[in-house]
Each structure stands twice: as structure tokens, then as C-alpha cells.
């Protein structure tokens, strides 16, 4: 995946902006974020099939995986000021 361009009109961008309606919207983008930035790390579907028993059984690496969601998640409720008015 290649970070677009400022100004180009390729490709619509996976993420426009960080601001979403409601908590919810923004728990469902951290997700994405997260989910995003480790195909984009592993490209490899396979790989990632492949290594999937590993961490899915491990309760350390699925605590490290939600940390991740965490941290994406807090980045996304301050561009929205909290969902503050």
C-alpha cells in the first residue's frame, strides 16, 4: 500500500480523516487501522494464515493486539475532541 499523494485523485483514500459521528464509528476504525497496518506489514495472506494458530490461542499476543486497537482508538477520540460539542 502507497500513502497517496496530496492533491491526486488516483485513488480514493482508505482514510480520509480521523473524525468520525459517534465512539462506536471510531472503535470501528481503530479497528480497521489496526487490521490495515498488519496486511500492510505482511503482505503475505498466506503468511498471515500460517501464523494465525500461534497468536490466536495466546493470551498475551491477543492482549497485545487489543493494546494496539487502544492506542488507534485513543488517537482517533482526540481528532474528535472526545465527541464533545
Same mark, same amino acid.
Do not use: C
Given at each position: 500500500?502507497?500513502?497517496?499523494?496530496?492533491?491526486?485523485?488516483?485513488?480514493?483514500?482508505? +482514510?480520509?480523516? %480521523?473524525?468520525? @459521528?459517534?465512539?462506536?464509528?471510531?472503535?470501528? $476504525?481503530?479497528?480497521?487501522?489496526?487490521?490495515?497496518? =498488519?496486511?500492510?506489514?505482511?503482505?503475505?495472506?498466506?503468511? +498471515?494464515?500460517? %501464523?494465525?494458530? @500461534?497468536?490466536?490461542?495466546?493470551?498475551?499476543? $491477543?492482549?497485545?493486539?487489543?493494546?494496539?486497537?487502544? =492506542?488507534?482508538?485513543?488517537?482517533?477520540?482526540?481528532?474528535?475532541?472526545?465527541?464533545?460539542?
Amino acid at each position: 500500500m502507497q500513502a497517496q499523494e496530496a492533491g491526486t485523485d488516483d485513488e480514493a483514500s482508505w +482514510l480520509p480523516s %480521523l473524525i468520525t @459521528a459517534t465512539p462506536e464509528e471510531g472503535f470501528e $476504525l481503530a479497528v480497521k487501522m489496526s487490521r490495515t497496518s =498488519v496486511k500492510t506489514i505482511q503482505p503475505d495472506v498466506e503468511v +498471515l494464515k500460517k %501464523l494465525r494458530p @500461534a497468536y490466536a490461542h495466546d493470551p498475551d499476543s $491477543l492482549i497485545a493486539a487489543t493494546h494496539v486497537v487502544a =492506542v488507534n482508538f485513543r488517537t482517533i477520540a482526540e481528532a474528535n475532541n472526545y465527541w464533545r460539542d
